[in-house]
């Protein structure tokens, strides 16, 4: 069984003609809703053998400020197609996944992950900024995803850690 742990990026900066959605950086709230995150994932003793996450500012720093905080140290990626993807694409970037890797940490936007979440639980939930959600997937290997879903064992959003 895999283990897909969905983070949606923490709040950023709001966007303006002279910056590029790309390049928009967490704000003040974003970085505690990371760091949050991050200690949450600590106490759940939650260990991750990959992260992937869209290579905009925000999420890199959001995986940053979570990893930091968990006091874990693992490989990450940057993938572009997680950027602004659909959750077809992102199902396409966990088929790929090595097959070793048993629980991996996805990293990224709305709408993409929200829908994501519901693909894979067939449940609807709503993700604010800075939300994590853990899907235990029924898939032995990562490229049966998109076939064999799985449940939500939990979702906790920042107001419930106390970041608002």
Sequence with gaps: MKTLVLLRH?????GSAALPDFDRAL???????????G????????????????P??????????????AD?????????????????????AIAQIEDERSTVLLVGHNPGMEELLQLLTEGVEHMA?????????KAAIWSKVP????????IVKPKELGED
């Design 10 to 14: 923490a709040k950023a900066e709001n």
């Design 27 to 37: 704000n003040d709230r974003g970085r505690k809703e990371a760091r949050a995150a």
């Design 39 to 54: 200690t949450f994932i600590r106490k759940q003793n939650l260990a991750l053998d990959l992260v992937l996450t869209s």
């Design 56 to 69: 905009a500012k925000r999420t890199r720093e959001t995986t940053e400020f979570v990893l930091a905080s």
């Design 72 to 92: 874990l140290a693992v490989e990450v990626r940057y993938e572009q197609r997680i950027y602004e993807a659909g959750p077809l694409r992102l199902l396409e």
């Design 129 to 137: 900024t800075g939300t994590l959600a853990k899907i235990n997937l």
């Design 147 to 154: 076939d064999e879903k799985g449940s939500l064992d939990w």
